[in-house]
């Protein structure tokens, strides 16, 4: 069996290299995953330019992973070894603090942060705390669930938890990583819903998404268009 993992860490600003270190192994209450997919997300930029405040280098970015379980550490009862699993930006939380307490978890004020508090997924390998693992089917790609852990959960938490009821109208900004799947998410909770993006190259795609109406912004004004569609 192999003793170590190939990673790719920042060693410092603006400096990525592959190195190769001794397999971890997971302490109490943290899962070992074996990483199938790691999406590049926009904020991975934050830790190999070191811009998160309290970074420490080196650091291995990357919070949208997919993998399954290679070991648990001790405590951990929920996950089993092979076990499909992801994990994204959220790591992590104390589950002591105030505000984890009123349930405000991502506000932990001792939150853990994959890829920038702890290293992330550009790797063979990592560790995450079990807290902040999330079960994955079989049946989703590897390279298909990674964003969502990231674009997939901002999107689909901004619309479960806005006022809206089956049949509102939904304006989506944007029809780029985030918007193409806010698109698919208000489709499919039965929202009208409308793409706004600057020229009419995304049109089409947005329609096949779901949308039922494209403005360009370049071309009208998407504000006064969606109020004279109610």
Same mark, same amino acid.
């Given at each position: 069996?192999?003793?170590?993992?190939? /990673?790719?860490?920042?060693?410092?600003?603006?400096? &990525?290299?592959?190195?190769?270190?001794?397999?971890?192994?997971?302490?109490?209450?943290?899962? &070992?995953?074996?990483?199938? /997919?790691?999406?590049?997300?926009?904020?991975? $930029?934050?830790?190999?330019?070191?811009?998160?405040?309290?970074?420490?280098?080196?650091?291995?970015?990357?919070?949208?992973?997919?993998?399954?379980?290679?070991?648990?550490?001790?405590?951990? $009862?929920?996950?089993?070894?092979?076990?499909?699993?992801?994990?994204?930006?959220?790591?992590? $939380?104390?589950?002591?603090?105030?505000?984890?307490?009123?349930?405000d978890f991502i506000n932990?004020?001792?939150?853990?942060? $994959?890829?920038?508090?702890?290293?992330?997924?550009?790797?063979?390998?990592?560790?995450?705390?079990?807290?902040a693992v999330v079960s994955?089917?079989?049946? &989703?790609?590897?390279?298909?669930? /990674?964003?969502? &852990?990231?674009?997939?959960?901002?999107?689909?938490?901004?619309?479960?938890?806005?006022?809206?009821?089956?049949?509102?109208?939904?304006?989506?900004?944007?029809?780029?990583?985030?918007?193409?799947?806010?698109?698919?998410?208000?489709?499919?909770?039965?929202?009208?819903?409308?793409?706004?993006?600057?020229?009419?190259?995304?049109?089409?795609?947005?329609?096949?998404?779901?949308?039922?109406?494209?403005?360009?912004?370049?071309?009208?004004?998407?504000? /006064?268009?969606?109020?004279?569609?109610?």
């Amino acid at each position: 069996m192999a003793k170590t993992y190939k /990673a790719v860490e920042v060693g410092a600003p603006g400096s &990525l290299r592959i190195v190769e270190r001794p397999i971890p192994q997971p302490a109490e209450g943290q899962v &070992l995953i074996r990483v199938e /997919a790691c999406g590049v997300c926009h904020t991975d $930029s934050l830790t190999v330019e070191g811009q998160f405040p309290g970074l420490r280098f080196p650091r291995v970015p990357g919070h949208e992973v997919t993998g399954r379980i290679e070991a648990v550490g001790s405590g951990v $009862s929920q996950w089993r070894f092979r076990q499909r699993v992801g994990v994204g930006f959220f790591g992590g $939380s104390d589950g002591h603090c105030e505000l984890c307490r009123r349930g405000d978890f991502i506000n932990c004020q001792n939150l853990t942060i $994959s890829g920038i508090s702890m290293d992330g997924g550009y790797a063979e390998m990592m560790i995450a705390d079990a807290n902040a693992v999330v079960s994955l089917p079989d049946s &989703l790609n590897a390279v298909d669930a /990674a964003p969502l &852990l990231c674009a997939g959960v901002t999107t689909y938490n901004a619309l479960r938890n806005a006022p809206l009821r089956s049949g509102d109208l939904v304006a989506v900004q944007g029809v780029g990583g985030l918007g193409h799947l806010g698109i698919q998410f208000a489709r499919r909770m039965g929202f009208r819903t409308v793409a706004i993006a600057r020229g009419s190259e995304k049109e089409k795609l947005a329609k096949e998404l779901g949308a039922i109406s494209y403005i360009d912004a370049q071309t009208e004004d998407p504000a /006064a268009t969606l109020q004279r569609m109610g």
